[in-house]
């Protein structure tokens, strides 16, 4: 097991607690979110119907939405088909199929207060059923609206990070590397950047997680326009300085990556959160050229490149620089 250099400033907590991980566990998904298991809770959470509906992917938004729709119209479909299809006036279909989903159809032009004028409801009964599915449908397409403004208002940072960590040639020695870039056209000005260095160490005969920032060449640029390649420099100070490969993934070692910026098009903040584990730091490498200028001179960036990445060689000395 490794040591942390005494000159290095350990966080005690980042709110994973202390407790070494086993197998190659990550702290963080490459998403950003926390990889944590939460049991004990109950099985319908009201307090969580927001936040779920606002962070599923769309596709489990969308089909959520539609099945919330139909459910609510085959209920009503159900009360008003118990209720007597006599009285629903306009219905002339026979067989009961037919009588179902005319007042499913029915339910359906109620809710949305739309009232083609076909079918209508007969008898106080079917008519108190009625005023209230077209009240509660004002309610619900309010809400389904609120949800998708919601979804599509919340302010997010659409960052692309390199899928591995490169150790490569830094100036007159080497330094670890990931390379970002904004996926959107907006701009994003003020970022600020940290890493933590997640890893088990011995102390006091015991395995234990620590949890240290790593020094950069640069935490922090006022303009994200191309990409930016984050570096931390194997200096004597580092904690990484003559770790190998092995000793990486014998401590479980995690890079935490925590990113903060100012989103010009919201005028908010915004966060990006990633990490790499130890199998995803690629050694004696460098990351492949993804700027170059047009016959214009200007200034062009493959976004699909930004993962890529070469072996170099120990003689060699490219300027990483920020872009």
């Known amino acids: 097991m490794i040591k942390i250099k005494h000159k290095s400033r350990i966080d005690e907590d980042m709110g994973f607690g202390k407790n070494p991980t086993q197998n190659n566990q990550r702290l963080l998904n490459k998403d950003g979110s926390s990889n944590i298991k939460r049991k004990g809770l109950p099985f319908f959470k009201p307090h969580e119907a927001y936040n779920s509906l606002i962070f599923m992917s769309w596709s489990r938004f969308w089909i959520t939405i539609s099945l919330a729709y139909v459910s609510i119209n085959l209920f009503f479909a159900m009360v008003y088909f ?73 302010p997010t940072a659409k960052i692309i990070y390199s899928k591995n960590m490169v150790v490569a040639p830094y100036q007159n020695g080497k330094g670890y590397m990931f390379r970002l870039a904004n996926l959107r056209s907006n701009q994003l000005i003020e970022l600020s950047i940290e890493v933590l260095l997640s890893i088990n160490v011995m102390e006091s005969g015991k395995t234990t997680r620590r949890f240290v920032p790593l020094k950069l060449e640069r935490s922090s640029i006022n303009l994200l326009t191309l990409s930016w390649t984050v570096v931390h420099p194997l200096e004597e100070d580092s904690p990484l300085i003559n770790l190998t490969p092995e000793d990486l993934m014998g401590a479980d070692a995690e890079f935490i990556v925590m990113l903060k910026a100012f989103d010009d098009a919201f005028s908010q903040t915004v966060h990006s959160r990633t990490s790499y584990k130890a199998s995803e730091v690629m050694f004696d490498s460098k990351f492949a050229q993804i700027i170059k200028a047009d016959e214009n001179g200007i200034y062009e960036i493959d976004i699909s490149k930004v993962s890529e990445y070469e072996k170099s060689f120990e003689s060699e000395k490219p300027a990483f620089k920020q872009s």
């Open 82 to 154: 118990g209720i007597g299809m006599q009285h629903l006036t306009g219905s002339v279909s026979h067989n009961s199929l037919d009588k179902f989903l005319d007042a499913f159809f029915f339910s359906a032009q109620t809710i949305a207060t739309v009232g083609y004028g076909h079918l209508s409801p007969s008898g106080f009964l079917t008519n108190i059923v009625a005023a209230f599915e077209s009240f509660l449908g004002l309610l619900t397409f309010a809400l389904a609206t609120g949800l998708l403004y919601g979804r599509f208002s919340r």
